[in-house]
């Protein structure tokens, strides 16, 4: 089966629609939890949204602060989003991206393996969401990384002058207990 690389505006989108994007991202989270025998079963596992702050160390204001807001410049914005040290025990997902900016300046998002010469995993190109009320949308196919997978994502971005508030919209599938019991 071939794979496909691009944003599906929110806007066209029903609430069937959306709940259906996140049970796919979800479903195939917890596929690959069990494929990599970190769980035996489905009981034994939790799914819980991404901690911006708390599980990837991004933020701009307070420290403690769980916002994905980041200080972008024009042009590429390698290593937006840097994880390389993870538990040996959770699956990452990522479905969907959300430039809820007043002026929304992200345009293309790359999740990638390394800084250069990893798998890159998803391109997406965001603009089309810019004709849209909400420049927010669902990925044509979650993005998984397995534990031992660093995460690298590059954002490019139009001219801005400020830091931009840029979604990442996703789970951790962990053991329960890990950090919710």
Not at 17 to 26: C, G, L, T, V
Not at 43 to 49: C, G, K, N, S
Not at 54 to 64: N, T
Not at 130 to 148: H, I, K, M, T
């Amino acid at each position: 089966m071939y794979g496909t690389s691009y944003i599906v505006p929110v806007d066209n989108m029903t609430l069937t629609d959306q709940k259906s994007y996140k049970q796919k991202a979800m479903a195939a989270g917890l596929a690959r939890m069990i494929d990599l025998k970190l769980a035996t079963t489905m009981d034994d596992l939790l799914v819980r949204a991404i901690r911006p702050n708390a599980d990837f160390g991004i933020g701009v204001g307070v420290a403690a602060e769980e916002n994905w807001r980041f200080n972008l410049a024009a042009g590429l914005n390698a290593n937006a989003i840097t994880v390389a040290v993870r538990p040996a025990n959770e699956i990452i997902v990522f479905f969907g991206i959300d430039n809820w900016d007043a002026n929304p300046e992200v345009t293309m998002v790359t999740f990638k393996t390394a800084v250069a010469g990893g798998t890159t995993k998803m391109l997406v190109d965001t603009q089309i969401c810019r004709g849209y009320l909400n420049s927010a949308g669902f990925l044509s196919e979650p993005v998984v990384y397995d534990p031992q997978e660093d995460i690298y994502v590059d954002i490019a971005a139009d001219v801005i002058m400020a830091t931009q508030q840029c979604d990442f919209n996703g789970y951790i599938i962990e053991k329960r207990g890990q950090v919710v019991s």
